[in-house]
């Protein structure tokens, strides 16, 4: 979790609401990941921005689901409308140099529960 | 089909004894290779990861993994399981090795530690 901080922690939420999440990475980093984790499942990769362009937003359901990164550090993820099967943990994640590969840093996740 | 898989779901051992977790994928070429741990309520922490060079691994608290290209596995060990073990491990590929530094990941394995 070095390096990345997100917030809420938790959130609860009626379907048809609607929810941000953000994520700061610490000290800045070029590229940033947000992952949907499903009770029971790996995390998917939803986005990912380099600096403050997209990526890949090839699994991001664009109907419902918006990300933006403005000025290339922190980085915010909507849901509008939320339903009932948005109930996840929503990971944000930062590429970091370690000395010999660029390697992938989780925050600690905010928990959205949809009623 | 590219695919990351873990076979065990749950696995419980007893507080001492030996670990074994299982991982296999599915891609063309050798990808890099990734373990990541998950407590409960927490974010993804990095247990070790494979690049090239000598095909086991060690990692943080204990924990070592051993890539077997014939095999296309890369199953994560430890010789002594201690009570704090108990998580959810996640092994993830990153099948780009051209430098895209994207996860894909399995679903996960559950560890119970009984004392």
């Known amino acids: 979790e070095a390096g990345v901080a997100q917030s809420p922690r938790y959130k609860i939420i009626e379907k048809r609401q609607s929810v941000a999440f953000w994520c700061n990475p610490i000290s800045g980093h070029a590229t940033l990941y947000w992952y949907q984790q499903i009770l029971g499942q790996g995390p998917k990769l939803l986005i990912q921005f380099q600096n403050n362009g997209v990526v890949d937003d090839s699994q991001l359901p664009k109907d419902r689901f918006s990300a933006e990164r403005l000025k290339g550090v922190d980085s915010t993820l909507k849901i509008q409308p939320a339903k009932l099967e948005d109930s996840a943990v929503y990971l944000c994640?930062?590429?970091?140099?370690?000395?010999?590969?660029?390697?992938?840093?989780f925050g600690p996740g905010t928990r959205l529960l949809v009623l | 089909a590219q695919s990351v898989t873990q076979p065990d779901i749950h696995i419980t051992v007893s507080e001492g004894a030996s670990l074994e977790l299982r991982c296999n994928y599915s891609y063309g070429a050798t990808p890099y290779l990734f373990w990541y741990v998950q407590s409960p309520g927490q974010g993804l922490q990095l247990l070790l990861k494979?690049?090239?060079?000598?095909?086991l691994v060690q990692g943080i608290k204990g924990f070592e993994a051993e890539f077997k290209r014939s095999q296309s596995s890369f199953n994560l060990r430890k010789p002594s399981v201690h009570w704090s073990d108990a998580a959810e491990y996640f092994c993830a590929v990153d099948p780009f090795s051209g430098g895209y530094n994207k996860l894909i990941f399995g679903a996960g394995t559950r560890l119970a530690v009984h004392p």
């Open positions: 494979y690049f090239s060079g000598d095909t």
């Open positions: 994640a930062c590429l970091m140099y370690d000395g010999k590969k660029e390697t992938q840093y």
